[in-house]
């Protein structure tokens, strides 16, 4: 059918294993280190915080992981989700180009999110954890761990960046239906959120001091584990299956991706989308161009430094190599909660590094006006992260339309924007802003890199 708009998978279609793109890599990642001794970490190092199944996966170098039944059986409730052919807005921008979009929107928490929530919450739950911790930034990640700790018997608290916390109640009060308790960071429950409360009392937060709190809190008590929605590898290979599944239905639709393009905070849901297809690459497969989108104010792949440093501001999680603003580099507040980390999740960098990738930021007017665009055309209005991804993608296709290029799209729409009305609100209104971040703000956090002999 050429005129065809949904991709749809029946559930037995689902893929039952994730894909470990560490198998299929040129140069092998750079191994994490432990802050005191600057040697590279082992299990023992991780397990305080994590489970040892997930452990295993992080350092895992097979190529394929099964994925529990158990977990499979929860990810029915919304698996697989849908791939669309983006018919009017091809038309609204009179692309040669065909332009594909994953939507994952369609979950219980309305993003990526619960891909990984689901199978963390699962180890913790069969190691016997009670209680998990975490940081969250826009309010998906928080919602998404509060959902599967509902569904598993898991107490889960939330550290909420105090910018989000304060622009997006109703991601607080669904997270708060779930059962979890949400906290607005930087809080005065931990020494690290007194510290940073202490020199600045106004501060609007950041995804890295939430993750140190959360991380404190966890390595307090032996029942309760941290969990981390972004950049760690293992995170990212649970959202292979968004990726897998796209795979499946571009089958379906006779096309295989040119260029994929997906927006970055830790690099989760671009590494759901763009692994796969970077893995066939590697082994001999199609070429495919893949292209990161990340803000402007937060510019880690296009700005940052390759370096090992601290996934966290108070300094107690492991070193990572990854590109980096600085571990206390905090962006300013604009309206994409989760893509203000200062980091990058190893495995992006390092294939950026490889030249496997490209970045490319933009601005927070120009992506709202990308996002009321797809909004008006395919009806969907995305998440302010997503919006990036939407503006990379249209912005690929008036490429196409320029050069005559028929080139086929494939980007991913990681989440839908209901619960952050008041951004759109602000954006009709011509409240928003294109927020530089300071350059002082970025000279000072980058002089503050671990030194690390490696
Ligand atoms: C909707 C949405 N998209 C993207 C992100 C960024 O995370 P990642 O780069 O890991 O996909 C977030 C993080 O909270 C998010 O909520």
């Known amino acids: 059918m050429s005129d065809q708009v949904k991709y749809l998978l029946s559930e037995e279609q689902m893929p039952k294993s994730w894909y470990n793109i560490a198998a299929d890599l040129p140069v092998p990642l750079a ?11 082992g299990p023992d190092d991780l397990a305080p915080i994590f489970p040892m199944e997930v452990i295993r996966q992080e350092v895992s170098t097979e190529r394929r992981i099964d994925i529990p039944k158990e977990v499979r059986d929860i990810y029915r409730q919304w698996r697989p989700t849908p791939l669309f ?11 040669p180009a065909k332009i594909f979009y994953k939507y994952e929107g369609v979950s219980p928490a309305g993003s990526h999110k619960p891909n990984t929530s689901i199978p963390q919450a699962f180890y913790n739950k069969a190691e016997g954890v009670k ?24 107490e889960v608290e939330v550290f909420m960046v105090r910018v989000s916390y304060d622009q997006k109640p109703y991601r607080r009060a669904l997270m708060e239906a779930y059962g979890a308790r949400c906290i607005a960071s930087p809080s005065t429950e931990t020494a690290s959120g007194r510290a940073i409360l202490a020199e600045h009392p106004d501060s609007t937060g950041s995804l890295g001091i939430a993750i140190s709190e959360a991380v404190e809190r966890a390595v307090q008590s032996p029942d309760t ?7 760690l590898n293992h995170v990212l290979l649970h959202q292979t299956i968004l990726g897998e599944e796209s795979m499946l239905q571009m089958e379906m639709a006779d096309a295989y991706p040119d260029v994929i393009v997906g927006c970055t905070g830790g690099g989760s849901n671009f590494g ?8 066939e690459k590697l082994r001999g497969g199609r070429d495919v161009e893949i292209i990161a989108v990340e803000p402007a104010a937060c510019p880690t792949l296009t700005k940052g430094t ?24 905090v962006p300013p507040g604009f ?8 980091g990058m ?3 992006v960098s390092h294939i950026k590094e490889l030249g496997l990738i490209s970045a490319r930021a933009y601005k927070q007017i120009e992506i709202f006006e990308a996002g009321v665009l797809f909004g008006r055309t395919e009806g969907i209005l995305p998440a302010p992260e997503a919006n990036h991804a939407v503006k990379g993608a249209i912005d690929v296709a008036l490429e196409c339309k320029r050069d005559g290029r028929a080139r086929t799209i494939l980007f991913n729409l990681c989440g839908h924007g209901h619960f952050d009305m008041q951004a759109y609100i602000d954006y009709a209104a011509g409240k928003l802003r294109d927020i530089d971040y300071s350059q002082a703000e970025l000279e000072r956090a980058l002089a503050g890199l671990p030194k690390v002999a490696a």
């Open 131 to 154: 209680r998990l911790t975490t940081e969250t930034g826009a309010g998906q990640w928080g919602s998404s761990l509060a959902f599967a700790g509902a569904l598993f018997g898991l």
């Open 272 to 279: 759901g989308i763009a692994f796969p297809y970077l893995g």
């Open 85 to 95: 052919r983006a018919r009017r807005l091809e038309k609204a921008l009179g692309t």
């Open 345 to 347: 999740a190893p495995l």
């Open 31 to 41: 191994p994490p280190l432990h802050p005191g001794t600057g040697k590279p970490i």
């Open 225 to 231: 584990k941290y969990a981390l929605g972004s950049v």
């Open 335 to 342: 309206h994409s909660g989760g893509l203000r980390y200062h």
């Open 306 to 329: 390759f370096a090992y440093d601290f996934g966290d501001t108070g300094h107690l999680t492991p070193l990572v190599k990854m590109h980096t603003l600085g571990s206390t580099f």
